[in-house]
């Protein structure tokens, strides 16, 4: 596996009426938009814009990178193309996490999203939230299966650093990430226990389908997963961020994660092994805190501050970072990311100067910023 392993990001967008900032049930007619030429989204550019659960929303693709340079610009590049489809279609697109605005989620009309409505009920109907996964490259799924069993008790600190959903339904949740625990609601979601090798993840995945209760693999929801499409580890803890430079951030750390699992795999060092209620309660921690509170140490199981928690992140990927050429990069965004806030504090800023819809307009023009 080469120092930099490609990676590549999905992000999911709210479409919002530019003035109101209320989510728009119009993902059809934005999808439509982007499959025709345009100023900012040409007939190459409809491939990177998909459907998602619900018609207020549509989500980006960007092609995998070996730098992160190259992802930054296409990140910016897919936001753009979404929110050129959506001006043509009468809205906008906002890096929101959930939606600031009180909104009656619209299923997209899909067989499939049909079936799980009928399944499993308000879960579904609800939900109207938009999240963040990153693909890192693997060589192999004993390879990712070593990667995923050894980063699990560092995913907490990805979810603090991209917490973007403050709000729920009009009113502040309390947490800095309300996406986290909505989407909690799900019966596959969190952190995982100690697989150990492929064949066991594979069989855990078996099972979960075979008792019913999931539809297919693909309602597998795991934090982190092996993908069912491409030959990555898919870590998907994260909410979508606002700046763009977040996204870019996490998708370094990310990667930098996954390279220090494996290397630590190959060289036969056992891993931290912490037990799975743990992990839940340091996920519950990042969602409700963020960056404004305390973490839970991945070292020692200890409540600290955020930033020193993020420094021992940091720290843990340090030879990897170095080694991809992405510490200097990486390193800077995460402390201008700490500085400014992450996009739940920018959130409840925006709000006291002129509440739910104020959020959602100065969102607008960060996104695509």
């Known amino acids: 596996m080469p120092a930099q392993r490609q990676v590549g990001v999905e992000e999911e967008l709210l479409l919002v009426d530019p003035d109101t900032g209320r989510p728009e049930a119009v993902a059809g007619s934005v999808l439509r938009a982007a499959a025709e030429p345009g100023p900012a989204a040409g007939a190459e550019k409809a491939e990177k814009l998909e459907a998602e659960l619900q018609l207020q929303q549509v989500e980006t693709n960007t092609e995998p990178f070996r730098t992160l340079s190259e992802l930054s610009g296409e990140v910016r590049r897919c936001r753009r193309a979404a929110a050129d489809a959506a001006g043509r279609a009468g809205v906008t697109v906002a890096a929101l996490a959930t939606s600031p605005v009180a909104v009656d989620p619209e299923l997209m009309p899909k067989p499939r999203y049909q079936e799980m409505a009928e399944a499993f009920g308000l879960t579904v109907l609800d939900q109207l939230t938009c999240g963040y996964h990153v693909h890192v490259e693997i060589s192999s799924p004993d390879e990712g299966v070593a990667v995923l069993d050894r980063i699990q008790p560092w995913l907490a600190p990805l979810l603090a650093l991209s917490a973007n959903s403050p709000f729920w339904q009009g009113r502040d949740s309390r947490y800095a990430s309300y996406r ?177 819809a104020e959020v959602t307009r100065q969102a607008v023009t960060v996104t695509t910023s």
């Not at 594979?202 to 979960?208: C, F, G, I, N």
């Not at 997963?225 to 763009?244: G, K, N």
């Not at 743990?278 to 805190?289: K, Q, V």
């Not at 200890?302 to 080694?323: C, I, K, N």
């Open 180 to 356: 986290y625990q909505a989407w909690g609601r799900w019966p596959s979601t969190g952190p995982t226990e100690w697989f150990g090798t492929a064949d066991a993840y594979d069989d855990t995945v078996r099972q979960m389908v075979a008792t019913g209760t999931l539809l297919d693999t693909g309602m597998v929801y795991f934090d982190a997963r092996l993908s069912q499409r491409y030959p990555t580890i898919e870590i998907r803890v994260a909410d979508v961020c606002l700046h763009a430079d977040d996204a870019v951030a996490i998708a370094g750390l990310a990667r930098a994660l996954v390279e220090t699992a494996a290397r630590a795999w190959r060289r036969g060092e056992h891993p931290l092994r912490p037990r799975i209620e743990l992990l839940r309660l340091a996920s519950w921690r990042a969602s409700r805190s963020g960056l404004d509170g305390q973490l839970i140490n991945p070292l020692t199981g200890q409540p600290e501050d955020a930033a020193a928690v993020v420094g021992t992140l940091l720290e843990h990927v340090r030879d990897a970072l170095a080694d991809s050429g992405d510490h200097a990069t990486v390193t800077g965004l995460v402390k201008a990311l700490l500085a400014r806030g992450n996009g739940a504090f920018f959130q409840r800023q925006a709000s006291r100067s002129g509440g739910p």
